[in-house]
């Protein structure tokens, strides 16, 4: 047995990734919430980028393991069994998976996540001032470009690298949770794409990340309904 | 038995990084050389992002198998045979080499790569004009903090994530091998990065690599040494 310690921010894709992945593998750990941004934060001193999320592993005789970034928990998570978990075990849906993987840590978080969640989240938790209209818009703008690709994808597909659901999913769905709180995503617009997301959001794994509260913002009227 | 095609633009660090591991794994391949930001270039109908590297696998059978973004690429190349290859069997450097993918796909690309890059090889390639003063010398400020961070590291290791070189040295070498190209490297400011580096360049896969010319730059005059 070992004891696992997750440093996480709750409102961070990368880190809520990594609650839904250890949720799937029904791996129990405590957590330690921190704010990245302030002076003294644990993290700073764990993961040289300075940024969640990592997790600490001490196993029984005493030793830890320190993961730092999701791509180290989510692979630490990959290989702990001979089982495939959230990697299929097809060379190409594999190739899939990493292929969105780059799209969601690249594109997604350069063109919507630096944008939107800037303006409405980075901007009230560092005082920066209020969101500015034409970011709102151009980040908007973005993420409609990538609920088009999603929808694409999965009306064709069960899961977004294919037949049954992967890293690739966890990281969209996380970064789409985020965004949901702030009531940016129009699902109907994508019907595909909010099947999928019920589907994802009626998984245990899912439970811990609709009870996160953002200080200041009520999450959107549907966040926390599995049925929306 | 398989014939693989791939498209590279030669002067990215996902380019390189990958022909530096098919080097390493000795595969053959023939070489499609692309301009991602042209009209009508190949990869836009192969890889959704547009961008190389995209690895075309066909085996005896006729099946094909293609493969977008560096991590896609050396995914394949990890898991095609049972030894391990650019990834260590211990967790913990696993864990290491996937920080550091992490850092230099983040950290580095936003830091170095979109100043520097964008000034010394993406204005001359897309006809922006000539370099800004400023976001050369923030370019190369960041590009010192980089080589510090890997001189601490190299100083303890013989690699960047531990004992044998990995996904990290392959990646890592990949950027500085296009910074060094432009002259951008001060090697002397950093022996044991210097070091690391000329093993890395001695080695077969770096051959094709230092055959690269760029449209009207000179490489620097150590860019092809191997002992310099």
Known sequence: MSACVLYHFAFDPGSRAVRLALGEARIGFSETPVRPWEDGCPVATLNPSGMPPVLQIADAG??????????????WLEERTKEPFLLPADAAERAEVRRLLAWFDRRFTDEVNAVLLHERMEKPLLRLGPPEARALRAGREALKSHLVMMEGLLAQRDALAGRRISQADI?????????????????????????????????PCFRPLLADR????????WYHDLDF
């Open 214 to 221: 953002f200080p200041g913002v009520q999450a959107s009227a």
């Open 62 to 75: 005493g030793r830890a393991l320190t993961l730092c970034e999701p791509a180290a928990i989510l692979g």
């Open 171 to 203: 990281v969209a769905a996380a970064h789409l949770s985020v965004l949901d709180y702030f009531g940016e995503v129009s699902w109907a617009a994508y019907p595909a794409v909010k099947t999928w997301y019920m589907k994802l959001k009626s998984r």
